[in-house]
């Protein structure tokens, strides 16, 4: 990730569109700004959401609220709280999410 020609600037996360993203269960929620290969998403996660798929995108994540549980291809299993981030680049370990109470994330991929 380069993070350049990016001109400084304020993003009021209330006012950016939402999309849906349906999981095996649950819905996630993405607010997304892009600004060149960077995206920056502030994600939030339903009660009971599974992921319908193994994401192989490199990542930065943090947990805002909630408890976000994540499983890597290989069977280990990581929760996370509030306050707690994860780190891992293209096509390093695949991964999927999955919350039972929800979660609110911000992710910059």
């Given at each position: ?72 291809a290989?069977g ?34």
């Open positions: 990730m380069a993070l350049t020609d990016i001109p400084f600037g304020i993003t009021d996360w209330s006012q950016v569109p939402t999309t849906e993203h349906t999981g095996d269960t649950g819905v996630a929620t993405w607010r997304t700004r892009e600004f060149g290969s960077v995206r920056v998403r502030m994600v939030e996660y339903s009660p009971g959401y599974v992921a319908d798929h193994w994401c192989s995108r490199g990542h930065i994540l943090l947990v805002l609220e909630g408890t976000l549980t994540t499983e890597l290989d280990e299993i990581l929760t996370m709280e509030a306050g707690s981030s994860y780190q891992v680049g293209d096509d390093v370990r695949p991964h999927r999410s999955s919350t039972e109470v929800g979660a609110r994330l911000f992710i910059v991929d």
